[in-house]
């Protein structure tokens, strides 16, 4: 029989399944000592979750440390809740066309929720008659960011004569980062905000 101690120190980074396959037993062997010690167990997506990051969150938040970080924060909050999206419950996605405000979001991503600029992704909507090669060349360069980090570009059929061209020159960038529990902590700040 394995000791309690054991089983949780075991499953902090594998499976009930994975345990009885390292111990040679069976999955329902394990399973009844779970019960039998009260191990609290996780559910699917917590586990799926897991075993994608193996080392832990790959976010961090941390308190502001001044005035300026302090206002990132505020800032950043107040650009998810009004230009992201919130109906993807897996990721964090802003999208717009003013590269100041998508830059200052990937800094308060980077600074507050410690998510290195390298991990984000980058998705690019741009009408059919702009470049697609330079929209994406110019924010490559103006975020300092790689061509890797980049999906297909969406292009649109053009609607004519209008003053778009100059408001999207470059075209809509969506920035996002693929993580759950980032996503829910950024919700979680919004619905902090609404109880004032």
Not at 42 to 64: A, C, M, Q, T, W
Not at 71 to 77: A, D, H, K, T
Not at 118 to 147: C, E, G, H, R, T
Request: proline share 3%; glycine share 6%.
């Amino acid at each position: 029989m394995i000791s309690k101690k054991v089983l949780e120190k075991e499953y902090q980074n594998k499976s009930i399944a994975e345990i009885a396959r390292k111990y040679k037993l069976a999955t329902s062997t394990v399973q009844s000592w779970f019960k039998k010690y009260a191990i609290k167990t996780r559910s699917i997506s917590e586990g799926v979750y897991l075993k994608h990051n193996p080392k832990g969150d790959p976010f961090s938040f941390r308190k502001p440390k001044n005035i300026q970080e302090s206002f990132l924060s505020g800032l950043g909050v107040g650009l998810f809740w009004g230009e992201g999206t919130k109906a993807k419950s897996t990721s964090i996605r802003l999208g717009n066309t003013d590269p100041d405000l998508i830059r200052q979001f990937v800094r308060f991503l980077d600074t507050i929720l410690g998510i290195p600029k390298n991990k984000l992704k980058f998705s690019l909507q741009i009408f059919s008659d702009m470049n697609p090669i330079a929209a994406q060349q110019f924010w490559i360069k103006y975020l300092k960011v790689s061509d890797s980090q980049f999906t297909k570009t969406t292009i649109t059929k053009s609607r004519g004569l209008g003053t778009y061209k100059t408001k999207t020159k470059y075209g809509v960038l969506i920035v996002y980062f693929h993580n759950k529990k980032a996503r829910d902590f950024m919700i979680g700040m919004l619905e902090s905000l609404r109880c004032y």
